[in-house]
């Protein structure tokens, strides 16, 4: 048996070390450089392909490692690739509809349109397209976390109203894509998209008081002031909780907690999560 590839930006690094001692074949894959990506392709039945927009902000650079993940699979001969993507939500909304301001020339939410963009290098390379959704790590990892007030209660402040968000947990998305690899052929061509709960604010603020110890109230502020709370890709933000607001109905229903399951039987809904990760969550 053939051992395992271990594919990484920095092979040297501890975690690239500790795998190759274990007997990993650490391979070197960058995204702007499309023949790592050729050579961590070669001979694999199937790739999983992401892109990270928060690395550099730019949706032309996002754009154009896509390009090179698609071209790299498709020299290498890959079967299947999974293609993580999102929505390109100005095939729904108008350049000119001042609701949603375009940002960075062209783009009215870069990270989702800029993937949504590049399905199209995809077209001719075996690909099932796979949508996730927010991610409850973001509780930990991204600023999401209920924020401390001047009277010292909590506030979950998220620009949602009363529309549900579809969310998971984000080591499901590995396990929903090996459901994929393991339904075969048969889901190529095919766009899935998946949630393990579809929540409101409030409804979120009570899992996460429970958790806390103390009560969480939803704050949702307007998508303007969002937009300006200053942290870096505040605009981007506030335009995609503002197209999740809007386009509510069209972004839940891609969103299918069943189909997700289905790939994924371990899939955790959000009470799951926080009962594992409540401890990681900041305290402010």
Same mark, same amino acid.
């Given at each position: 048996?053939?051992?395992?590839?271990?594919?990484?930006?920095?092979?040297?690094?501890?975690?690239?070390?500790?795998?190759?001692?274990r007997g990993a074949e650490v391979v070197k894959a960058d995204l702007d450089q499309i023949d790592t990506l050729k050579a961590a392709f070669a001979?694999?039945h199937g790739a999983y392909c992401v892109t990270n927009y928060w690395e550099h902000f730019s949706p032309e650079k996002e754009t154009q490692q896509a390009k090179n993940l698609a071209e790299a699979a498709a020299a290498a001969g890959v079967d299947h690739v999974i293609w993580s993507?999102?929505?390109?939500?100005?095939?729904?909304?108008?350049?000119?509809?001042?609701?949603?301001?375009?940002? /960075?020339?062209?783009?009215?939410?870069?990270?989702?349109?800029?993937?949504?963009?590049?399905?199209?290098?995809?077209?001719?390379?075996?690909?099932?397209?796979?949508?996730?959704?927010?991610?409850?790590?973001?509780?930990?990892?991204?600023?999401?976390?209920?924020?401390?007030?001047?009277?010292?209660?909590?506030?979950?402040?998220?620009?949602?109203?009363?529309?549900?968000?579809?969310?998971?947990?984000?080591?499901?998305?590995?396990?929903?894509?090996?459901? /994929?690899?393991?339904?075969?052929?048969?889901?190529?061509?095919?766009? /899935?998209? /998946?949630?393990?709960?579809?929540?409101?604010?409030?409804?979120?603020?009570?899992?996460?008081?429970?958790?806390?110890?103390?009560?969480?109230?939803?704050?949702?502020?307007?998508?303007?002031?969002?937009?300006?709370?200053?942290?870096?890709?505040?605009?981007?933000?506030?335009?995609?909780?503002?197209?999740?607001?809007?386009?509510?109905?069209?972004?839940?229903?891609?969103?299918?907690?069943?189909?997700?399951?289905?790939?994924?039987?371990?899939?955790?809904?959000?009470?799951?999560?926080?009962?594992?990760?409540?401890?990681?969550?900041?305290?402010?």
């Amino acid at each position: 048996m053939p051992p395992v590839r271990a594919v990484t930006r920095n092979p040297g690094s501890d975690a690239a070390r500790a795998l190759a001692d274990r007997g990993a074949e650490v391979v070197k894959a960058d995204l702007d450089q499309i023949d790592t990506l050729k050579a961590a392709f070669a001979g694999c039945h199937g790739a999983y392909c992401v892109t990270n927009y928060w690395e550099h902000f730019s949706p032309e650079k996002e754009t154009q490692q896509a390009k090179n993940l698609a071209e790299a699979a498709a020299a290498a001969g890959v079967d299947h690739v999974i293609w993580s993507t999102l929505e390109d939500t100005r095939e729904g909304i108008p350049l000119d509809d001042d609701r949603m301001p375009t940002l /960075i020339e062209r783009y009215k939410v870069p990270h989702f349109d800029a993937k949504g963009q590049a399905d199209r290098f995809f077209e001719d390379v075996p690909t099932t397209y796979l949508l996730t959704t927010a991610y409850w790590d973001n509780f930990i990892h991204f600023g999401w976390e209920p924020q401390r007030g001047e009277d010292g209660s909590l506030s979950l402040v998220l620009p949602m109203g009363d529309r549900p968000l579809p969310g998971l947990a984000v080591e499901d998305i590995g396990r929903c894509a090996l459901g /994929i690899f393991r339904e075969g052929a048969s889901t190529i061509g095919e766009r /899935i998209g /998946i949630a393990a709960e579809h929540l409101t604010g409030a409804q979120m603020a009570k899992a996460l008081g429970a958790v806390l110890g103390e009560p969480v109230t939803h704050v949702s502020p307007p998508f303007d002031v969002y937009r300006g709370f200053g942290f870096p890709g505040a605009d981007d933000v506030g335009n995609m909780f503002q197209f999740y607001h809007d386009f509510n109905d069209v972004f839940t229903a891609s969103r299918s907690v069943e189909r997700a399951r289905a790939l994924n039987p371990q899939l955790q809904d959000f009470q799951t999560w926080l009962s594992r990760n409540g401890d990681r969550i900041p305290r402010h």
